[in-house]
């Protein structure tokens, strides 16, 4: 599944690196697909490329969070099919094969429903109440839901379903799943290797963040955006005390300090949304852009990615867990990417600047995808299976 993730992230920033290089240089003489290109780019990165990694991570420690049996290899199979399939046919329709659309929204349904089919009874074998894999699975029905949205929107309903789906996938499904699971590990992981740590986990913070994300969320939905900072504020003063309440003080090895960096983002997301929200209250004006949600995107999921694959890549291959020197190119030259994606929305000649942020995605991930690419195909180091 992380083979397959990495393989459709290289795939789907490729196509968006070449779409908006066209867009302001005309280099290809690509045409405006349908969905619309900005559209179909957020709905690749959230239901096809992150959820490739969300799965493989959720189908290989739900079992281990509850107590139960590892699932079989044929389990993965049908969801990473679906994933990698629909995400490869649905760019093939991005390239004008009319039929790929819809092909590959099936097929991404489809991997989907078994990643779901195959996680759910599983909350109901175990004997105790895992809820961070309640509050997981929570996300995960509301990307069906979302998925659900986008199809209704290729079979014919009106651009509202679009909209949904996309915010569904922001605030519903990724931000949710990716807290939930920073509140299960990183404290954990802190306290394995920081003297004198004590991990901060209560449930009601997972409870809290979960509620003011979906309250942002209904929000956006009933374009109320002038009011996102009654959800955003109080978010932003949770998160903030997250952040301090777990960044680890005193030495801290690299391959853990990574994952508090990425984390760092989150806040400041939450805060250029509040900021924004604001601005438009006072004046009518959207003054940032999409600035806030690249800060999410970019920054927040796109750093947390590349520290928490690397971690679970050197672990479960048998190596030492450090940052190997790709690993720390990537995540040094994401910081940068999504600082140049930030300020794109108020530098002069934004389109280029966008381009070029894209492609920093191509060059800071590229050499880490190989990497953990040659990895993902050579068995373990330690000898051990897998």
């Given at each position: ?7 459709n ?35 690749v990165?959230q ?9 493989g ?14 699932l ?7 969801v ?5 399939g629909?995400?490869?046919a649905?760019l ?18 489809a991997?989907w ?6 996680l759910?009874?599983m ?16 996300g995960?029905v ?5 998925l ?10 009106d ?32 306290g394995?290797v920081?003297p004198?740590y004590?991990?901060?986990r ?17 929000l ?21 005390l997250?952040?301090w309440k777990?960044?680890?003080?005193g ?10 960096i990425?984390?760092a ?5 939450i805060?250029?949304?509040?900021f924004q929200s ?7 004006t ?9 800060a ?8 947390v ?10 672990g479960?291959s ?9 690993a720390?190119?990537a995540?040094?030259?994401?910081q ?5 994606r930030l300020f ?5 000649d934004?389109?280029a ?19 953990i ?14």
């Amino acid at each position: 599944m992380f083979f397959i993730g990495a393989t459709n992230l290289l795939l789907a920033m490729t196509w968006w690196a070449m779409w908006l290089a066209d867009a302001r240089w005309q280099l290809f003489g690509l045409r405006q697909p349908h969905p619309w290109a900005g559209w179909l780019h957020a709905f690749v990165m959230q239901y096809q490329m992150l959820p490739s990694f969300i799965f493989g991570f959720l189908l290989t420690v739900f079992p281990r969070w509850m107590g139960l049996p590892d699932l079989a290899r044929k389990r993965y199979l049908p969801v990473g099919a679906g994933l990698f399939g629909g995400q490869l046919a649905t760019l093939a329709g991005a390239f004008g094969f009319e039929a790929g659309m819809i092909v590959g929204y099936w097929m991404t349904l489809a991997g989907w429903l078994a990643g779901v089919a195959t996680l759910g009874p599983m909350l109901l074998r175990e004997r105790g109440t895992t809820w961070h894999a309640r509050a997981c699975f929570a996300g995960l029905v509301v990307g069906v839901i979302g998925l659900a949205a986008w199809g209704g929107f290729l079979h014919g309903l009106d651009a509202r379903f679009a909209f949904a789906s996309i915010k569904l996938g922001t605030f519903g499904l990724l931000l949710p799943v990716y807290f939930a699971v920073a509140h299960r590990m990183f404290p954990f992981f802190a306290g394995n290797v920081v003297p004198g740590y004590v991990a901060w986990r209560p449930l009601w913070l997972l409870a809290a963040v979960f509620a003011l994300s979906l309250a942002h969320l209904g929000l956006e939905l009933a374009h109320a955006y002038g009011s996102l900072w009654l959800a955003d504020l109080p978010l932003l003063a949770l998160l903030l005390l997250t952040l301090w309440k777990w960044w680890p003080r005193g030495s801290t090895p690299g391959i853990l300090l990574v994952l508090f960096i990425g984390l760092a983002w989150l806040p400041l997301a939450i805060a250029l949304y509040a900021f924004q929200s604001i601005l438009y209250e006072l004046t009518g004006t959207f003054a940032l852009g999409r600035a806030p949600a690249h800060a999410l995107f970019v920054g927040f999921f796109g750093s947390v990615l590349v520290a928490m694959v690397t971690r679970v890549t050197q672990g479960h291959s048998g190596r030492k867990l450090d940052m190997p020197k790709a690993a720390w190119f990537a995540f040094v030259a994401i910081q940068v990417v999504a600082l140049m994606r930030l300020f794109a929305e108020v530098l002069p000649d934004g389109p280029a600047w966008q381009a070029l942020a894209a492609l920093g995605w191509l060059v800071a991930l590229a050499p880490w995808v190989a990497r953990i690419g040659r990895i993902y195909l050579t068995p373990r180091i330690d000898g051990k299976p897998g």
